[in-house]
């Protein structure tokens, strides 16, 4: 029992002094190596010599793409490895050390800037301040975390199916490419820790290594640029705004079933009209208000409008022949004779009889064949042959009993005929409501096939590579 209690002590002892002596080498290797480090000079000993600065870009999320700003937010671990001649030393003599971490603001850093910063200059040069890693052989890696706002253009043409890249261009500010060599250690971008974003899908993340010259100076400029490839995500406004849209068009066709002189038509038209409107004031809030290109729910939205206007001038067109009070034309008349008499729904009489040409004379022509002939009146008078009595009794009868049938059948004729125009003109309305039905149809499915084209052949040939979707 005492033994092993001393022999506790005894290692407790050893693993302190252990440590003591570890933490004191951690101690001395930092004085040694940082009391006369200069961290304003590029750390190479031959100073014709680039510092090799290799770079990898890790994409956490994207917070945000702001089609307005034209800014793309993200979480990006920036990764950077270099060799610091100065920070080399031999782990012999300190207790097999041989990685020690140092605040990063205490060793030279490459001035590593985001070029296409949309923020502050504060956060368009890369320094956090975390610890750099680095081994005996002056190998240091600097790992740190930023949130980037990055100009981006957005091309909103095919809103909502668009697809985005978006730039992350990484380069060093005043250091040329005989200074600072700046590589890719990939040849994309690290998107194995990415957290899904429910507006954009992430397609890929490509490197480009770049050399820029510029006019004052003939060193190259070495530049990363880092290709962040975003798919939208249409469901929401498919669900939201397109297909609502598309219901709004098939109520206003449907509309052309209710019967043709109906006036609710036109409310039915207007009520949509104003239901598209407002949803297309919606649309345009996250729009860019200075994009050139119209976008394809813009197209929607005004094709729909377009389309319920139109409907509605033809509601009225039908209306207004439905509900016609002028005499049928005659080439109308015509066309509508040549149709059976039961399809106009009249008792046996052709149509054409009752047409605006339509004279006493045919009714003259009907009571004769009825019996009621005044010419034969007059013989039967002259028969019997009354004398210089002005009007015998039959006759005046007879003339009587004319001139009532006369009357009665002028207004029978008249109401008939009346009914039949009101018959054919509401055939007309139905036949025009028809065939305005047919071309609203027919527009409809072409404006639907020359909105959808360019998204179905854009979406066929989505090139990451390429900053011009
Ligand atoms: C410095 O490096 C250059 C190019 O690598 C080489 O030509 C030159 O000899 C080196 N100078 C010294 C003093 O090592
Ligand atoms: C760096 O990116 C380029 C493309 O610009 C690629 O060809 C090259 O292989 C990448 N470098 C590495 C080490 O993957």
């Not at 002028?326 to 080439?331: D, E, L, N, S, T």
């Amino acid at each position: 029992m005492r033994m092993t209690l001393a022999w506790s002590v005894l290692f407790l002892v050893v693993l302190h002094v252990q440590l003591m002596a570890c933490s004191l080498a951690n101690a001395n290797l930092r004085q040694d190596i940082l009391s006369s480090y200069d961290k304003n000079v590029r750390p190479v000993k031959n100073f014709s010599r680039p510092t090799e600065v290799r770079m990898d870009v890790s994409l956490r999320q994207i917070l945000g793409l702001a089609e307005r700003e034209q800014v793309l937010t993200s979480l990006l671990w920036i990764r950077m490895y270099w060799t610091d001649e100065y920070l080399s030393w031999n782990p012999v003599q300190y207790d097999d050390l041989d990685n020690i971490r140092i605040p990063s603001a205490d060793i030279w850093l490459p001035d590593i800037f985001l070029y296409n910063n949309a923020d502050t200059w504060q956060t368009g040069e890369l320094a956090t301040n975390t610890d750099v890693s680095v081994t005996s052989e002056g190998y240091v890696t600097w790992l740190q975390p930023i949130t980037a706002r990055t100009s981006c253009k957005v091309h909103t043409g095919l809103f909502p199916f668009d697809s985005q890249v978006c730039d992350l261009l990484l380069g060093s500010w005043s250091y040329d490419g005989t200074e600072i060599d700046l590589y890719n250690t990939s040849e994309s971008g690290d998107i194995s820790s990415f957290v899904e974003n429910g507006e954009w899908d992430l397609l890929t993340v490509a490197a480009q290594r770049e050399l820029n010259y510029y006019s004052c100076c003939p060193e190259p400029w070495p530049n990363l640029r880092y290709l962040v490839a975003l798919q939208r995500r249409a469901d929401y406004y498919l669900f939201t705004f397109v297909l609502p849209c598309m219901a709004s068009i098939f109520v206003v066709l449907g509309g052309f079933f209710l019967p043709t002189n109906a006036a609710v038509r036109i409310q039915l038209n207007v009520t949509v009209l104003l239901a598209l409107t407002v949803f297309l004031m919606m649309v345009q809030e996250s729009m860019p208000t200075s994009s050139g290109d119209v976008s394809v729910i813009g197209e929607i939205y005004t094709t729909a409008i377009a389309i319920v206007g139109l409907s509605t001038l033809a509601t009225v067109l039908v209306i207004n022949l439905s509900e016609n009070d002028r005499p049928v034309p005659a080439w109308i008349a015509r066309y509508f004779s040549d149709t059976p008499s039961k399809k106009i729904g009249d008792h046996g009489a052709t149509p054409s009889s009752y047409g605006p040409h339509a004279t006493n004379g045919d009714l003259h022509a009907q009571a004769q064949s009825n019996g009621y002939d005044s010419e034969a009146c007059g013989h039967v008078a002259h028969a019997k042959d009354y004398g210089n009595d002005a009007s015998p009794p039959c006759c005046r009868q007879c003339e009587n009993l004319r001139k009532l049938l006369g009357t009665m059948q002028n207004h029978y004729t008249n109401a008939a005929k009346e009914q039949l125009r009101r018959k054919i003109w509401k055939r007309v309305a139905l036949l025009v409501n028809h065939c305005l039905l047919f071309m609203m149809f027919i527009g409809t499915v072409t404006a639907v096939i020359f909105i959808f084209a360019p998204v179905i052949e854009k979406s066929n040939r989505i090139d990451p590579n390429s900053n011009n979707l």
